[in-house]
């Protein structure tokens, strides 16, 4: 047996954690990844609808070079606007360390990224969601998977309900009990994420259990659907049978192959006159179970104390989904569109005045923008500016030259700032300004660092409504959502 040490293996990191060692990857500029370490088991057999449990332990270096198994199953052009690939697998509950240095006596701050993608879709893989330029700034960065779908999300007999919502927490903890030896302090962690991954971080500050485990929060266009009671996930429970003929147990479940699966899911996640009780866009969603989950998370962070003394800094886009196409000839009318969304009568005249200079047949989409990002976020940044707890909001308005809008998605290269990020040219154009990359990346590490993104950007409050605009000269105004505000919280 050869004492002789390889010379790559002297240069690939090795951290132990409290389950066995890691070997990761060393980067030309000096910062270390650690690729695809399991926080739990894989949800395979009869863990497949359980809740996450610690992985078994394991002795030998395990090679952390590779992004893990992905519960994204179709390839990600089908399905999210981000490039996320995804990877074949059963130990889909990994997650990946990015660091400047993997020096436990370092404890620099800590970003743990959610990803989005409907809470269906989407991957921690993603080229987007390098850490290259928070660890170039001090930042160690943790980006996670989670169970998607009806293995995450639907209520089924048998089960515990908010499965992915059990794997964030228990992504949060292993970053508690680990994250000093790859050189963050776990007494340092913001929790981000960026539409479901947005919504996810929402519906953490209204866990308890996942109270400790961070102290600070970003949502980038979070997504929070209403109703996300008991109700609305027995609802979806019982859509789900009558459209699939299958009871929503883990019985009736738990040996269907992916595919089998995907097929049931995208039969529940059609449009239909029989989705009543349920949000007008989605139906496998956090909910409010009364355990994990004591109440609806809106509720909670609006009349509530969620998230109490917790820094916050949320937004959207301008333009999210304004994208999507108006209904075709033969399809709903605008009417009974903005109908189902609660725009009826005087208030359904009321949005379409203060539109009036969009074409109509944008007036959907601007709706579906308002209803799911922008009027939420502002709602709870108003009852937190009411409570005097430590809250910053933002619009980004830079508008891709690809189709003239500030649209879904758009804002993540630039805060992660990843200009030269594979996709990004295709959706930003060609020349995406880099100041303003430079001044996004900058406000989330001087928030993730101090809890507060900088004195060029007030904190909001009920007196000035101070907003950061995101455009290609950044500015701050005073309440300049005050038209959504008037619309959505009358």
């Given at each position: 047996?050869?004492?002789?040490?390889?010379?790559?293996?002297?240069?690939?990191?090795?951290?132990?954690?409290?389950?066995?060692?890691?070997?990761?990857?060393?980067?030309?500029?000096?910062?270390?990844?650690?690729?695809?370490?399991?926080?739990?088991?894989?949800?395979?057999?009869?863990?497949?609808?359980?809740?996450?449990?610690?992985?078994?332990?394991?002795?030998?270096?395990?090679?952390?070079?590779?992004?893990?198994?992905?519960?994204?199953?179709?390839?990600?052009?089908?399905?999210?606007?981000?490039?996320?690939?995804?990877?074949?697998?059963?130990?889909?509950?990994?997650?990946?360390?990015?660091?400047?240095?993997?020096?436990?006596?370092?404890?620099?701050?800590?970003?743990?990224?959610?990803?989005?993608?409907?809470?269906?879709?989407?991957?921690?893989?993603?080229?987007?969601?390098?850490?290259?330029?928070?660890?170039?700034?001090?930042?160690?960065?943790?980006?996670?998977?989670?169970?998607?779908?009806?293995?995450?999300?639907?209520?089924?007999?048998?089960?515990?309900?908010?499965?992915?919502?059990?794997?964030?927490?228990?992504?949060?903890?292993?970053?508690?009990?680990?994250?000093?030896?790859?050189?963050?302090?776990?007494?340092?962690?913001?929790?981000?994420?960026?539409?479901?991954?947005?919504?996810?971080?929402?519906?953490?500050?209204?866990?308890?259990?996942?109270?400790?485990?961070?102290?600070?929060?970003?949502?980038?266009?979070?997504?929070?659907?209403?109703?996300?009671?008991?109700?609305?996930?027995?609802?979806?429970?019982?859509?789900?049978?009558?459209?699939?003929?299958?009871?929503?147990?883990?019985?009736?479940?738990?040996?269907?192959?992916?595919?089998?699966?995907?097929?049931?899911?995208?039969?529940l996640g059609a449009p239909g006159p029989d989705r009543e009780g349920l949000p007008p866009m989605l139906s496998l969603?956090?909910?409010?179970?009364?355990?994990?989950?004591?109440?609806?998370?809106?509720?909670?962070?609006?009349?509530?104390?969620?998230?109490?003394?917790?820094?916050?800094?949320?937004?959207?886009?301008?333009?999210?989904?304004?994208?999507?196409?108006?209904?075709?000839?033969?399809?709903?009318?605008?009417?009974?569109?903005?109908?189902?969304?609660?725009?009826?009568?005087?208030?359904?005249?009321?949005?379409?005045?203060?539109?009036?200079?969009?074409?109509?047949?944008?007036?959907?989409?601007?709706?579906?923008?308002?209803?799911?990002?922008?009027?939420?976020?502002?709602?709870?940044?108003?009852?937190?500016?009411?409570?005097?707890?430590?809250?910053?909001?933002?619009?980004?308005?830079?508008?891709?030259?690809?189709?003239?809008?500030?649209?879904?998605?758009?804002?993540l290269p630039f805060a992660f700032d990843l200009l030269d990020a594979e996709n990004v040219t295709a959706v930003a154009?060609?020349?995406?300004?880099?100041?303003?990359?430079?001044?996004?990346?900058?406000?989330?590490?001087?928030?993730?660092?101090?809890?507060?993104?900088?004195?060029?950007?007030p904190a909001y409050t009920t007196e000035t409504r101070a907003t950061k605009i995101w455009a290609e000269t950044p500015?701050?105004?005073?309440?300049?959502?005050?038209?959504?505000?008037?619309?959505?919280?009358?």
């Amino acid at each position: 047996m050869s004492l002789e040490t390889p010379q790559d293996a002297l240069e690939s990191p090795l951290v132990t954690t409290t389950r066995g060692p890691v070997r990761g990857e060393r980067r030309a500029d000096g910062s270390s990844r650690f690729l695809g370490i399991p926080y739990a088991k894989p949800p395979v057999g009869p863990l497949r609808f359980a809740a996450p449990e610690p992985p078994e332990p394991w002795t030998e270096p395990l090679d952390a070079t590779a992004y893990g198994p992905t519960a994204q199953r179709r390839p990600f052009a089908e399905v999210t606007t981000i490039p996320e690939p995804s990877v074949p697998g059963e130990g889909v509950l990994n997650l990946n360390v990015f660091t400047p240095a993997a020096d436990p006596e370092a404890g620099l701050p800590v970003l743990v990224w959610i990803h989005g993608g409907g809470y269906v879709a989407g991957s921690a893989a993603s080229p987007w969601y390098d850490g290259a330029a928070f660890n170039r700034d001090g930042v160690v960065l943790v980006s996670l998977g989670y169970r998607l779908g009806i293995e995450g999300f639907l209520h089924l007999e048998g089960a515990p309900d908010n499965r992915g919502v059990r794997d964030w927490v228990a992504a949060l903890e292993w970053v508690r009990d680990n994250i000093a030896r790859f050189g963050g302090d776990p007494a340092k962690v913001t929790i981000a994420g960026q539409s479901a991954g947005g919504g996810a971080v929402q519906t953490l500050l209204a866990v308890p259990s996942a109270r400790e485990l961070f102290r600070g929060a970003l949502s980038v266009s979070g997504a929070v659907m209403r109703p996300d009671g008991p109700e609305a996930a027995r609802a979806a429970a019982r859509l789900f049978t009558s459209r699939t003929g299958l009871p929503a147990t883990v019985a009736a479940l738990q040996d269907l192959s992916d595919d089998e699966l995907l097929d049931l899911q995208d039969r529940l996640g059609a449009p239909g006159p029989d989705r009543e009780g349920l949000p007008p866009m989605l139906s496998l969603v956090p909910f409010a179970d009364g355990e994990l989950i004591p109440e609806p998370v809106l509720d909670a962070l609006t009349e509530g104390d969620a998230g109490a003394g917790v820094p916050l800094l949320l937004g959207f886009t301008a333009h999210e989904f304004n994208m999507m196409p108006a209904p075709g000839p033969g399809g709903p009318p605008l009417p009974l569109l903005l109908g189902g969304l609660g725009l009826v009568g005087e208030r359904a005249e009321e949005f379409t005045k203060a539109y009036a200079d969009l074409d109509p047949a944008v007036l959907f989409g601007q709706a579906i923008t308002d209803v799911t990002f922008r009027a939420p976020s502002l709602e709870v940044a108003e009852a937190r500016a009411a409570r005097e707890q430590p809250t910053w909001l933002y619009q980004f308005e830079w508008e891709a030259p690809v189709i003239g809008q500030a649209y879904h998605c758009l804002d993540l290269p630039f805060a992660f700032d990843l200009l030269d990020a594979e996709n990004v040219t295709a959706v930003a154009g060609p020349h995406p300004p880099q100041s303003l990359a430079d001044a996004m990346h900058r406000a989330w590490v001087a928030f993730i660092t101090d809890q507060d993104p900088g004195a060029d950007w007030p904190a909001y409050t009920t007196e000035t409504r101070a907003t950061k605009i995101w455009a290609e000269t950044p500015r701050t105004e005073n309440d300049p959502l005050a038209q959504v505000r008037a619309l959505w919280h009358a």
